[in-house]
């Protein structure tokens, strides 16, 4: 437990599973739903659905594994003069879902000129590890996560999907704000997407840039125990699943690596412990000045709140906050009031406010 008291204040309630969120530049917040939709919350807690999502989201679960629905939320940075955002989501169609990016427009209390800007083919049955993370990063450019969509690592083919740079599952890419392959992509060769910028990815959902530096740093879930977090870097191959720090759902399974690969480790792994990482912040604010720098990470396991002690690029140690809130946490952003801000993984999901404990305060 963290020696810092921390008030809890919900802001929201009733939310279908909140994934992401994103701050209005005039107040309020976006959230994503995966089982749901797209929301308005104001600085009041009034909650206003959005219309006009794709029509091919795919936001019905059809059992508890199911990792199907509305991923990650980024604002442009012209948003308030332009209104535009970007959606990742699970898109069903012809042969399976898979994971797809689009620009719109929010126009009210719609959206409007949805622009579909990529989808991982192959599709597939299979209904897990999407990816979704999104990022504008310090660059200016968007990047996406894509999961490698097994529930089983034995149902990879004989080189696995995420190691495959022809195929588009298990990967990071980099794209231009109008939907372009960014340039300065590194080349993978023959038969891959120019946007594709690192490999060997299991299921990372949470990034975030770190203030003053040109570094991104992503979460990774692990299979069996093995959660990591990484820096992101152009042609890195994370090694999914040749590479990890814990093991297979299926003890048998001996995947096949590629021949003379070199493999970037994770800057933290968890051993012996899952936490199940997901949403990330770097926290920059004036109510936990202690923190400032560190990276606070969300985990859907028993409700993990951690705080990183980042440090030149490295993770001197780690402080776990909320232990005492049994409940899947999927996502943490600081607010623009220096407050941190977390959703709750439920059927009835909440915005939750984080602030230091008023007997506390200056």
Same mark, same amino acid.
Do not use: C
């Given at each position: ?9 919900? %802001? +929201? ?7 992401? %969120? ?12 995966? !089982? ?7 600085? *009041? ?57 689009? /620009? ?5 209390? /719609? ?56 195929? =588009? ?21 023959? *038969? ?8 060997? %990815? ?6 975030? +840039?770190?203030?003053?530096?040109? =570094? ?10 093995? !959660? ?67 990276? %606070? ?9 951690? /705080?990183?002690?980042?440090?030149? *690029? ?13 409940? =899947?946490? =999927? ?16 059927? !009835? ?9 008023? *007997?506390?305060?200056?």
């Amino acid at each position: 437990m963290s020696a810092i008291r921390i008030e809890r204040v919900t %802001i +929201a309630a009733g939310l279908r599973h909140p994934w992401s %969120i994103a701050f209005l530049p005039h107040g309020g917040m976006l959230v994503t739903e995966k !089982d749901g939709g797209l929301v308005r919350i104001d600085a *009041g807690g009034a909650v206003t659905r959005i219309a006009g999502l794709p029509d091919d989201l795919d936001n019905v679960r059809q059992n508890p594994r199911d990792n199907s629905g509305l991923f990650g939320i980024a604002l442009h940075p012209d948003f308030a003069a332009n209104g535009r955002l970007y959606l990742s989501y699970a898109s069903r169609g012809e042969g399976g879902t898979t994971t797809r990016l689009i /620009r719109a427009r929010l126009d009210g209390d /719609r959206l409007s000129d949805i622009e579909s800007l990529f989808e991982a083919t192959p599709r597939s049955g299979d209904r897990f590890h999407y990816g979704g993370g999104l990022l504008i990063g310090p660059d200016g450019k968007l990047y996406l996560t894509v999961g490698e969509r097994h529930y089983m690592e034995s149902d990879n083919p004989p080189l696995p999907v995420s190691l495959d740079v022809t195929d =588009r599952r298990g990967k990071i890419f980099r794209f231009e704000l109008d939907g372009r392959p960014a340039e300065g992509n590194p080349d993978f060769g023959p *038969g891959t997407h120019p946007a594709l910028y690192a490999l060997g %990815i299991r299921a990372a959902q949470g990034m975030a +840039a770190e203030p003053g530096t040109e =570094r991104i740093w992503f979460s990774e879930h692990g299979s069996t125990q093995g !959660d990591e977090i990484n820096i992101l870097a152009p042609g890195a191959n994370y090694g999914w699943p040749v590479r990890t720090g814990g093991g297979y759902r299926d003890p048998a399974y001996r995947p096949r690596g590629l021949e003379g690969a070199a493999y970037t480790d994770p800057v933290h792994e968890w051993r012996g412990r899952t936490v199940a990482p997901t949403g990330l912040t770097f926290y920059t604010g004036n109510v936990f000045p202690e923190w400032r720098g560190d990276l %606070i990470v969300a985990g859907l396991r028993r409700g993990y709140l951690m /705080r990183l002690d980042v440090e030149h *690029g490295t993770v001197r140690g780690v402080e776990y906050l909320l232990e005492d809130a049994p409940v =899947r946490l =999927r996502n943490v952003t600081q607010g623009p009031d220096g407050a941190l801000y977390i959703l709750t993984d439920e059927a !009835d999901g909440k915005v939750i406010r984080l602030d230091r404990h008023r *007997g506390d305060r200056p």
